[in-house]
């Protein structure tokens, strides 16, 4: 609904909560404001009588006379026939619009100015989360001339300054004037001087008079000692900035409080940056987050349009996601909420892509710009230039946060270098469009929504494919650029620096895959792995290992097929089933060697020398091992040495021959010294893993346990959850050789939904079927045998490590002396029938006998 509307002779100004006569503002009490507004907005139909109650005192029981002493109220200015009783039913607006509606009347020469010079409220709504603003902006105001609420449309910031003002009022002599600038539409800078100096004049009483309007509102604030509020200043920064510091000047009792969404960058400004709701933490009980700012505002708008919305602790958990979704941003919650008793909030959830279309009101005291989500983002861009626009649509390619720098580049084109987008960059952040995240590196984003928004201007210019293109040659840089730091700096540094990169290189990696992009793929691919790799996860490594195999026919150079293979080829105990392991291991080597980069040919030439071993042919895997050797520089990283350190232990895994063993444990304590060189805990704790393990094979049960036990502690510390869950299954090995059914069982209920995501699982299985047989199911341990067989064949991958042997061998020969071995094979080849559900179900179902048993 437009902020004006014309009937004849009396125009409406919702906006400025004004009803005019002839061009001349006519007092109106707030509720009848209210109640004309809501039949206006609604002039099409009849209004039934509990309806207008329900919008004109919101929340409140009320006794229906009160309707009806405001609509006579507004009968004796606007005459009995413009609003009509229908009985027993409610009321309608009845007066014709004039054609031009939106048009306002000519005033008269003396007519006040368009802007509200509204008095402060009787009492203000309430404000959820903002006690700390409210505390810091009255501390300014106490001390500072001129304080600015600076932030995005929507944050609340005329609210804040409300209820501060209300707070404040009796803390100057002369009061607390409030101006509403919003209506003002001057685009000349010495036009909007003028206006906001005639709104300001009307707000603080002072007649004017012929001449400079500015000048003389200077002599009249000049003895005053006033709290002056300027609202909604944003449009009007030329005309403001031109006026303000003369009064200032003029006026030492003065006190400025501005809201907008830019600062004003005027000398002796104190900026106070209205951020969005506090959101409830990711681990909060339902306590915690009803009480958090975002979700009590979501439950309190949902309840003032339906007091039967009320939230269990499911709701509640809904309810969090939501707001977390809306990034704690109030309008956006408001809009959701009027949404949530009809839809659901896990219907809103899922349609959270759609909120532009979706987040719409039609409260008829909200400003247009702020009846839907998009109203409000059109607000915002249409106060950027050509070069601002262009820089928040690029910047919509982005799926999480930047550093300038990278955003500097994706925005720049032929026709904008890197300078200019600087500058927009700091344009768009100024204005509250970007988000700045503390940090160092700083990093920035854009609120989700305004994302969305930015994106379907983006596509609308027709630049969505070229500034995807043009992200992902940027990302793959800043993947290259880490790849270098990954052995020279600490883990903890390493993710802290370049974990937030994830979201995007995913995307880069995503979109590259589709158009068949191998060198974007090869660099964003190999930063994935890497972070994976130090996060201890695999969760997407299968799927990016065969999206980079399909892409090696499109590889045009010899580096992007080796970044490629060095992804396609297996990795540990995952590997593609329709890609031998030892091929693309070779093909792996084979592509750096071409290369000839040392370091890359270095740690490809470890996994080859596994493989080989893995696959018998210990000849061979010696040689490369001798490879390794000399390639081995000692002026490279410790932790990059770390891991040819472990390949003696790798390949005394599948070797017979006498000291491989003792050769294994001195290349083992060999990658500690190291590890202790890097000074990093998550790679010594890794040593450790290792080095547990290794005792675990041995038959060392004791030290197995002792220094299994220590690293899980250490893992945890590090955020290692795919290490940690494999060195529980190892300390559940050691118990079950050490006969301790019930700790083996609560080892492996550890590890087992931590191995799942990763798709380690399939090792856990042979432990669970010795558990199954020693508790006298040998058909549920057949089945889960199979199903681990079934693991090992489409990751290629013999039980050959001792660890592994040490449970399987018993198990299978306690099964076979129960069932005999014709029952023994049909129910393992069950077991490999099984999917990952079913054959989950079946190990909970043993680790819960084990554990009744246990009690």
Known sequence: MPDRRRFGRFEIRLTERQLRVDGQAVPLGARAFDVLAALVERRDRLVPKAELLELAWPGLVVEENNLQVQVSALRKVMGPSAIATIPGRGYRFTLPADADESAPAPPPA???????????????????????????????????????????????????????????????????????????????????????????????????????????????????????????????????????PAWLAAAPGLRVLVTSQVALHLSGEQVWRLGALALPAPDATPDAIAASPAVALLVQRARAGDQRFVLDATGLARAAELCRHLDGHPLAIELAAARAPQLGLAALNQRLAERLRLLHGSAPLRPSRQQSLRAMLDWSCSLLDAVQQAALRRLSVFSGSFRLETAQQVVADDHLDEWAALDAIDALLDRSLLQHEAGDPPRFRLPESTRLYAAEKLAAAGETASAQVTHGRVLAQRALGMLDELHACSTADFLRLHGPEYGDLDAAFERARVRGDAAVAGATGLALQAIDGLRGVATLRRRRMAAAHALLPTASSALDRARLWSQAAPASSIALPELPRLDATQQRVAAWREVGDRRE???????????????????????????????????????????????????????????????????????????????????????????????????????????????????????????????????????????????????????????????????LFNHLALLAVRAGDAATAARLLGHADDWYVRNQSPRRQAAEQQVMAPALAAIVAALGEPACDRLRAEGARLDELQAEALAWRVLAAAGAAAA
């Open 110 to 244: 003396d007519a006040e100015p368009a802007s509200r010079a509204a008095p402060l409220p009787v009492d203000a709504p309430p404000l959820l989360g903002r006690d700390a603003d409210l505390a810091a902006l009255g501390e300014l105001l106490a001390t500072q001339h001129l304080v600015s609420i600076v932030g995005a449309g929507g944050l609340g910031k005329t609210v804040l300054a409300r209820t501060l003002a209300l707070r404040h009022r009796n803390t100057w002599p002369d009061g607390v004037a409030w101006v509403d600038l919003s209506a003002l539409a001057e685009d000349e800078p010495a036009a909007q001087a003028r206006a906001v100096a005639l709104a300001v004049a009307h707000a603080v009483h002072a007649p004017l008079g012929e001449g400079d309007a500015a000048a003389l509102l200077a002599r009249s604030l000049a003895p005053r000692q006033l709290l002056l509020v300027l609202d909604n200043t944003e449009h009007l920064m030329p005309g403001l900035t031109a006026v303000l």
């Open 601 to 763: 040919l270095y740690v490809a030439l470890v996994l080859l020398a596994e493989e080989l071993a893995r696959a018998g042919q210990p000849g061979a895997a010696r040689a490369a091992a001798d490879e390794v050797a000399a390639l081995e520089d000692p002026g490279w990283p410790a932790a990059l040495r770390m891991v040819g350190a472990q390949l003696d232990c790798n390949l005394a895994i599948y070797s017979r021959e006498p000291g491989a063993r003792l050769a294994g444990l001195q290349g083992l304590r060999r990658m500690l010294a190291l590890a202790e060189q890097t000074g990093d805990p998550a790679r010594i704790a890794m040593a450790h893993f290792r080095l547990a393990d290794h005792a675990t094979g041995e038959g060392r049960l004791d030290e197995a346990v002792r220094l299994g036990q220590a690293c899980i502690a250490e893992l945890a510390q590090v955020r290692r959850p795919v290490v940690q869950a494999m060195a529980m299954a190892n300390l559940a090995s050691a118990w079950l050789q050490a006969g301790d059914d019930a700790r083996a069982a609560q080892a492996l209920a550890q590890s087992l939904p931590m191995m799942r995501p990763h798709l380690y699982a399939g090792v």
